[in-house]
């Protein structure tokens, strides 16, 4: 059985930092990307980062520059680190692999991930 659970959320400051951490067992996503959405309150799901399968990043607009993506393949889990964390950055976040073997490409839709974490809440205050 495959599962992604996430970690690291919790609350921070305006201008702070955080790091979640996504650990996947159940299968290697070694050949997988690998992502980060969120779902702020109201709001439907964003596409935040993802990395390839040999380490390519991409980045939402809104996080380039303050979120850096990676991944330690052997232990099969994504990072996420977040700097300059802004109050809109408040959603709850989710690691997803994407079902697409070797993918370098630049499009992460919903429906190309097919296994998601349940999520961690992220806060940030003012």
């Known amino acids: 059985q495959v599962q992604l659970v996430e970690s690291g959320g919790g609350l921070a400051q305006a201008g702070g930092s955080l790091g979640l951490s996504c650990a996947a067992s159940?299968?290697?996503?070694?050949?997988?990307?690998m992502a980060w959405f969120r779902q702020g309150s109201g709001k439907e799901r964003e596409f935040v980062a993802a990395?390839?399968?040999?380490?390519?990043?991409y980045y939402a607009s809104s996080v380039k520059g303050r979120f850096t993506i990676s991944r330690d393949s052997a232990k099969n889990t994504v990072y996420l680190q977040m700097n300059s964390l802004k109050p809109e950055d408040t959603a709850v976040y989710y690691c997803?692999?994407?079902?697409?073997?070797?993918?370098?490409?630049?499009?992460?839709?919903?429906?190309?991930?097919?296994?998601w974490g349940k999520g961690t809440l992220v806060t940030v205050s003012s």
């Open positions: 997803a692999t994407d079902r697409r073997q070797y993918y370098s490409g630049n499009y992460y839709p919903d429906n190309e991930m097919d296994y």
């Open positions: 159940g299968r290697a996503f070694r050949a997988y990307a």
């Open positions: 990395i390839t399968w040999h380490g390519r990043v």
